[in-house]
């Protein structure tokens, strides 16, 4: 059975760093697709990045680029996103997800597999 986790949120300054872990307890990441979603209130959900696993392809979103990178250890089933000069726009919950379908997750922002996401919260 799948179980997405995320884990690594929290409080952060503008300008801090946070690395976002998200790991697959029932089994591997060898989906088509995974990535970031957030969601932050009254705001429509943001797909952040994307893996399209069959080229490695990573896609990111133009508000996170340069800043945020998505890598995965499949050796643990992990996927990870270093967040660097965090800034107060990306305050939000971040759900780790997966999809058989990756034209579905990197472009339409939609996934048949999440987590219960993780509170990222940039303030002063």
């Known amino acids: 059975q799948v179980q997405l986790a995320e884990s690594g949120g929290d409080l952060v300054q503008p300008g801090g760093s946070l690395r976002l872990s998200c790991v697959n307890s029932g089994g591997s990441l060898d989906y088509p697709a995974i990535g970031w979603f957030r969601q932050a209130p009254g705001k429509e959900r943001e797909g952040v990045s994307c893996i399209i696993t069959w080229d490695g392809e990573i896609r990111y979103a133009d508000s996170v680029k340069g800043r945020f990178t998505v890598s995965r250890d499949n050796a643990k089933n992990t996927m990870y996103l270093q967040m660097n000069d965090l800034k107060p726009e990306d305050t939000a919950v971040y759900y780790c997800?997966?999809?058989?379908?990756?034209?579905?997750?990197?472009?339409?922002?939609?996934?048949?597999?999440w987590g219960q996401g993780t509170q990222v919260t940039v303030s002063s």
């Open positions: 997800v997966a999809d058989y379908n990756s034209l579905r997750l990197c472009v339409l922002h939609e996934a048949d597999i």
